[in-house]
């Protein structure tokens, strides 16, 4: 809500830090954002995974989010993809998300409440997202993250792996 006056009229990307993409999962977002005018949600499709820990889309074959239900329980999810943390949000979403702060009690406040009327007007898209994508919001994926990203950047590779050999030896 902070940003508000600084968005003005204009569309704006929320990028949670516990998620990382390879580069072009903001400019999918915008693509499709340039094509619909709706919000736009990064997704996965986490089929053969436990998405309890997610916010799961409920939506068509042509991406229109219906809802979205935070962390369902195991064998209550619609479906298996998944929003994972980058949206492309639409100005409209700040008058959803003050209400919403007006009912909120204690706690973590999640945007679901505001996306989930924007789903329900048919705003609001789901970009699936391919490659690879790392939750850093939980230590395994954290780990992960580490290896993957030493082992692309030339400047490490070699040492990184040299390294990994003798620890794992």
Sequence with gaps: LLARSFVGDHPFVVAYPDDIFPEGCTKRLLEIHRKTGHCVLAAADMTGRDVSRYG??????????????EKPAPGEEPSKLVSLGRYL???QVFDLLEEGMRHHGDGEFYPMDAINELARQ???RAAVMSGPH?????PLGYLK???EVALERPE???DFTNWLRQRLG
């Design 156 to 158: 490490f590779r070699d």
């Design 122 to 124: 048919g705003k609001v």
């Design 56 to 69: 799961v889309l409920d939506c068509d074959d042509e991406g229109r989010v219906h809802e979205i239900i």
């Design 134 to 138: 790392w939750d850093i919001g939980e």
């Design 89 to 91: 949000y639409t100005p």
């Design 145 to 147: 993250a580490v290896v």
